[in-house]
């Protein structure tokens, strides 16, 4: 239960008391009602204003109130909201070409429209061990995952999910998974049978602590993939969409996946995953009966994919990650230089991590929130930095001051 005198007033309490009387508590919620946004700021329903550095865990994209992906799915609205995967529909079609074409895996290559991340890490499984089958019948296969990696809630993602914290509850689960350790080569070596079918793992590992692969982990790993008919999946649910300083954190290193899955800022806000797979994949895996969805792909959904991509493109979104990043890294750098409590800054793009000693990680993101900046935390001691894509150096400087004042209150 969450505690509704800590920082609201009458305005938020009964909203609060409400949602814990009805909804499942699952979440540990901090005591703030937010009601509505703009740009890159949020507005409680007692009117204070917080800046907002996290973006709904790396969604909101565009930031809040765009008025033309708005007007798009309102549009849609009017339209046609659903019609079921029986049917085409007009903007399907046209988010999964732009889909398809950002992500550079190829001729042949496919898309298939899930409702969240968790469901397109669940179609990428069943793809890549559908590849095998279709290999070998008998075959028992086997999928390499990473220690310290989150791919998802449900069974068969959490099965993936390396942090016995996620799973402990919750065994038994999925069969045939080994983990390895992110960034060493020699352990996935260790892993690989002649059973395995598939390795996943994040390009940036995103709960776990905001790890980047290292180039030359991901380039080896490939090449292994490459020698022994593997297939290579790239979690980029959190890490793509032009978050990292390219569409597709992977097109970073040039190492392409035979698998990716993509959500989060995919729709902005709208809730939609993928999973796309590369022309071999997608000609010896899923057919008509292995999988679907009711909701997956439907027209607004879809709309908002295919407006999403087409603002990133007029907007230059990705242009303006590559250039505004090093600011951030360079202020993020300066705080840890100054404040003995930061000891590092690690991360990609505008997915940043700051890593946090002497003091509880939960209680700066909570002290942050009273003074108006919404941050988050990744792994145990990480403040993680993933802000709408459309920030500015003033937003920024805006965040160092909130949390330099935010640390010498409690440090």
């Not at 793809?127 to 296969?141: E, F, I, L, S, V």
């Not at 993936?160 to 996620?166: E, I």
């Not at 960034?183 to 996943?200: G, L, P, R, Y």
């Not at 500015?392 to 440090?411: A, G, N």
């Amino acid at each position: 239960m969450c505690d509704t005198n800590t920082y609201s007033n009458d305005n938020s309490i009964p909203y609060m008391e409400q949602t814990e009387k009805y909804v499942l508590h699952t979440y540990n919620r901090f005591p703030v009602v937010f009601e509505s946004g703009d740009g890159v700021k949020l507005k409680d329903v007692n009117g204070k204003e917080y800046l907002d550095f996290g973006a709904g865990i790396a969604v909101f994209a565009l930031g809040y109130g765009c008025r033309e992906y708005n007007d798009a799915l309102k549009n849609q609205v009017d339209a046609l909201i659903h019609t079921s995967n029986l049917f085409y529909n007009i903007p399907l079609s046209q988010a999964a070409e732009k889909l398809i074409q950002a992500s550079g895996m190829g001729e042949g290559s496919r898309a298939f429209f899930t409702n969240s991340g968790t469901e397109a890490i669940e179609g990428a499984l069943k793809a890549a061990r559908k590849y095998a089958w279709n290999k070998n019948p008998q075959g028992d296969h086997e999928i390499i995952a990473m220690h310290q990696s989150f791919h998802g809630r449900s069974i068969g993602a959490l099965s993936v999910t390396g942090n016995a914290h996620y799973q402990e509850a919750f065994r038994p689960l999925m069969g045939g998974v080994r983990f390895a350790s992110f960034n060493d080569f020699e352990s996935v070596k260790a892993q690989v049978n002649e059973n395995t079918c598939a390795i996943i793992m994040e390009t940036v590992q995103g709960e776990g602590g905001i790890y980047p692969a290292d180039p030359q982990f991901l380039r080896s790993v490939r090449a292994l993939c490459d020698e022994k008919d593997i297939l290579l999946i790239l979690d980029e649910i959190q890490c793509g969409m032009g978050r990292c300083g390219a569409m597709y954190a992977w097109q970073e290193y040039g190492v392409a996946p035979d698998i990716m899955t993509t959500a989060k800022a995919l729709g902005c806000g709208i809730p939609v995953g993928a999973f796309v797979l590369n022309g071999k994949t997608a000609g010896s895996s899923l057919v008509p009966g292995d999988h679907g969805t009711t909701y997956g792909g439907n027209p607004l959904a879809c709309a908002a994919v295919s407006k999403v991509f087409d603002l990133f493109e007029e907007k230059k979104i990705v242009e303006h990650v590559k250039e505004i990043t090093p600011y951030l890294e360079k202020t993020l750098d300066d705080l840890v230089s100054r404040y003995d409590c930061l000891s590092a800054r690690r991360g990609m793009g505008l997915m940043q991590g700051v890593v946090v000693k002497d003091i509880p990680v939960g209680k700066i993101v909570s002290a942050a929130l009273k003074n108006g900046l919404v941050i988050l935390s990744a792994g145990s001691d990480v403040l993680r930095f993933v802000p709408p894509l459309v920030i500015t150096e003033r937003d920024i400087d805006e965040m160092k001051q909130i949390l330099e004042k935010t640390l010498s209150e409690i440090y």
